[in-house]
């Protein structure tokens, strides 16, 4: 994947004034003061601040250059700091490599600049149209030692992620309450699920048609068949009509169900797949759903590879941090505006 980075500006003086009171929203401003400000930066040190008194209210405030804040890091630094620890550098790497471009900032300000950047991205949200099939699935992240479940939630035609969420049970109570509010507000007609049975009862209970991941139940289906002797003929159906899956794929396994009864671990896998046959064939005649979870999984894969690196958070919100700045980053977007994080 290629990414294009724009990183942001620093002026050394205010380019413009500004127009309201940030008090009382009054335009009638008066300029009172300028000031000098230090700023730590990869290229410039010092800055001018005006202050502006308010003729309405009488307060006063600072009107910055641009790329400046009341922060004594420059945007620009905030930025780098933020995409550095994203790209997979540590907290400390990421304050070595600022200190040899001559704008050091200890490991602390690179963790808050990081979850500041992390809460923007969750207050500003998605902006999400009306998802057909929606792809859910979780995962787990290590939370001062323990297993944190995140679930994930995605467009299943576009593999645009739509949402991430702690969750606190894995059941199907839990299930339904995390994925309820999407499918309301997104007008959603069919869920996308790996082969996990706690999704059924979920699907059931909103109303909607499933589609099972296809990969999913071929993988499971072929390890338990590799667990039972003999009846090879009929070993061979089953994997047949799981790959092809045919129009009279359920109406064979029924009459095979019959057939094997004297084998009991393959009338279980016989009767697993008649209970999941009509999710596994949703998918057929609309090219819109897909036939695997695998969008889902990828999202999911977008911030797994550093929560490896990273070997767990210290907090809740540092995790959801990291999956919100992963997962915009790998987002596929054409260009990436640092300013987006520290704005």
């Known amino acids: 994947m290629r990414l294009r980075l724009l990183v942001p500006q620093v002026k050394p003086q205010p380019t413009d004034r500004p127009k309201n009171c940030r ?12 000031v000098l400000k230090i700023i730590i930066d990869t290229q410039v040190q010092e800055t001018q601040a005006i202050r502006y008194r308010c003729a309405t209210c009488g307060r006063t405030f600072r009107h ?7 922060y004594r890091q420059s945007q ?6 933020v995409l550095f620890w994203t790209l997979g550098l540590s907290e400390w790497a990421t304050s070595h490599v600022l200190h040899a471009l001559e704008a050091g900032i200890h490991r602390s300000s690179v963790h808050r600049d990081r979850l500041r950047a992390g809460a923007l991205l969750q207050q500003r949200g998605v902006a999400v149209g009306h998802v057909r099939a929606l792809g859910a699935d ?7 030692g323990q297993a944190q479940l995140m679930g994930f939630v995605v467009d299943g035609e576009t593999g645009k992620t739509v949402g991430v969420d702690l969750l606190m049970k894995q059941n199907s109570a839990a299930f339904q309450h995390w994925l309820q509010s999407y499918t309301e507000r997104l007008g959603v007609q069919v869920l996308v699920t790996d082969d996990l049975a706690t999704y059924k009862p979920v699907s059931e209970a909103l109303g909607l048609p499933q589609q099972i ?3 999913h139940v071929r993988k499971w289906v072929t390890n338990r068949l590799k667990g039972i002797a ?5 070993k061979a159906l089953i994997q047949k009509v799981v790959r092809e899956l045919p129009g009279q794929g359920g109406d064979r396994l029924l009459r095979l169900e019959r057939e094997v009864g004297r084998s009991p671990p393959l009338r279980r896998l016989v009767v697993d797949l008649l209970g999941r046959w009509p999710a596994l064939v949703y998918h057929q005649g ?13 999202a999911i894969g977008k911030s797994k590879v550093r929560f490896k690196t990273v070997r767990g958070f210290k907090s809740v919100a540092g995790a959801l941090a990291g999956v919100a700045l992963t997962q915009w980053l790998y987002s596929g ?3 990436h505006n640092l300013s987006e994080l520290v704005a």
Not at 138 to 144: A, G
Not at 286 to 298: C, D, G, I, M, S
Request: net charge positive; glycine share 8%.
């Open 333 to 335: 977007v054409a260009v």
């Open 76 to 81: 620009r630094v905030m930025g780098l700091a």
């Open 23 to 34: 008090w009382c929203g009054s335009a009638l401003l008066q300029r009172h003061q300028t």
């Open 230 to 234: 003999g009846w090879e003929e009929e």
């Open 64 to 70: 910055y250059p641009v790329g400046v804040s009341h």
């Open 286 to 298: 609309r090219p819109w759903v897909p036939a695997t979870n695998n969008r889902t999984e990828q």
């Open 138 to 144: 979780e995962t787990t992240v290590r939370v001062r």
């Open 213 to 215: 991941c296809l990969a």
